[in-house]
């Protein structure tokens, strides 16, 4: 590993003056499961290791009455336990149970699972599914960015250097959306070689909101837009789910690589969603 420098701050302020000051020679350590395992193999390199794990202000869930907010320091097995996030959204103990093993869980944080924004995480599918927004901090400002606009290519994010997110902001569940995600795990990482978030709302016995959110798959996690606008106003049936799933990577580059090439890829994408669908359906 490259030689570097390592702060710890105490609060946010000093930690964003950090970032403020060194700009691009910086990078930011949460859980440290992406970052670093990617700096021992020389795919990532810094001047300046900035842990942010003592900062309490990140961390913890909170219900308001249009958001949850979820702090970017609140670790996997937190997400996986919370009875809250469970009375709105069982989709969040679903995934947390399917992020790789009992140590990662207890030590990686959702916000830096969302800041690598690695193709194959779980938290970016249940954050775009949920229509979720991110809290980006830097010295000198505050802003509120749609996940839609936020994930822009491989391992690539609209955060600028000097920011850091300090949390998630999810809708409340309002209109009875139920969800479910799919995954099939890589035996040895536990990343997603294909897996799907999808939420349904029926109304009348019919389907009125359609949300699929795919990682794994593509160059970044992607919203499934073709297959949620099929769903809409139809009634659910195995048959509507087999038909709009095979159009779950319509228009996508599909990655290919010595585990799965994009034909394998694509066919657990498509059985992924079919499950998730036929998940929710069930719930509801």
């Not at 913890?60 to 959204?89: F, M, P």
């Not at 920011?163 to 209109?175: F, G, Y």
């Not at 297959?227 to 809409?232: H, I, N, T």
Request: proline share 4%; with cysteine.
């Amino acid at each position: 590993m490259i030689p570097f420098d390592y702060l710890r701050p105490k609060t946010l302020a000093g930690a964003l003056s950090i970032l403020f000051e060194h700009q691009d020679d910086a990078q930011i350590l949460a859980g440290g499961h992406t970052l670093l395992p990617l700096m021992k193999v020389r795919m990532a390199s810094t001047d300046l290791l900035v842990d942010i794990q003592d900062l309490p202000e990140l961390k913890g869930i909170e219900v308001h009455d249009e958001h949850i907010i979820i702090g970017a320091l609140t670790r996997h097995v937190d997400l996986q336990k919370s009875a809250a996030l469970q009375r709105e959204y069982l989709v969040f103990s679903e995934a947390a149970d399917q992020i790789a093993d009992q140590q990662v869980r207890n030590r990686g944080t959702i916000g830096g699972s969302i800041c690598a924004a690695d193709p194959s995480a779980d938290w970016p599918a249940i954050a775009l599914m949920l229509k979720a927004q991110f809290v980006l901090e830097s010295k000198t400002n505050e802003r509120t960015i749609d996940a839609t606009d936020y994930f822009l290519g491989m391992m690539e994010t609209d955060r600028k250097p000097t920011e850091i997110l300090t949390a998630v902001l999810i809708p409340r569940n309002s209109n009875g959306m139920k969800t479910s995600y799919q995954k099939f795990r890589h035996p040895a990482s536990g990343y997603a070689v294909a897996s799907v978030a999808a939420g349904l709302v029926l109304s009348d016995g019919k389907i009125q909101e359609a949300r699929i959110a795919v990682s794994g798959v593509g160059e970044h996690v992607y919203l499934a837009e073709k297959s949620a606008e099929l769903l809409l106003n139809q009634k659910p049936s195995k048959e509507l789910f087999n038909e709009v799933a095979e159009e779950v990577t319509y228009s996508q580059n599909v990655m290919s690589d010595h585990f799965a090439d994009a034909p394998y890829r694509t066919q657990l994408a498509i059985t992924m969603c079919r499950r998730a669908l036929e998940t929710c359906y069930a719930l509801v």
